[in-house]
């Protein structure tokens, strides 16, 4: 098993930077696919990005393309999402989310497919 927790969320004005970060702890963050989503109330969990074990294959959502870049550190256990000029549309919570498959870029992008998900982390861009 594995634990997450988020961190680096806050407030930001439009076309400000965040980076978030998910910690994990338990066991290897090596085995698992790593993943971000975001979630506002009353919608379904969005996808934002994925990235393999190893890091070599990364998928972001069209939304977040040339804006938000997902890496990881395995040897920190620490996966991050580093956003760049954030709009409005960008607020939400943040949710990292592990899954210990086969990296997928298309079966990836589904909330189903995650076995462990953390807390999340508020975001919130003003206009």
């Known amino acids: 098993q594995v634990q997450l927790v988020e961190s680096g969320g806050g407030l930001v004005q439009a076309g400000g930077s965040l980076r978030l970060s998910c910690a994990a702890s338990?066991?290897?963050?090596?085995?698992?696919?790593m993943a971000w989503f975001r979630q506002v109330p009353g919608k379904e969990r969005e996808f934002v990005a994925v990235?393999?074990?190893?890091?070599?294959?990364?998928s972001v959502a069209d939304s977040v393309k040339g804006r938000f870049t997902i890496s990881r550190d395995n040897a920190q256990k620490t996966v991050y999402l580093q956003m760049n000029t954030l709009k409005p549309e960008d607020t939400a919570v943040y949710l990292c989310?592990?899954?210990?498959?086969?990296?997928?870029?298309?079966?990836?992008?589904?909330?189903?497919?995650?076995?462990?998900w953390g807390q999340g982390t508020q975001v919130t861009v003003s206009s």
């Open positions: 989310a592990a899954d210990g498959g086969s990296y997928s870029s298309t079966y990836h992008s589904s909330s189903q497919r995650y076995d462990y």
């Open positions: 990235i393999s074990k190893t890091g070599a294959f990364r």
């Open positions: 338990g066991r290897t963050i090596s085995s698992y696919v």
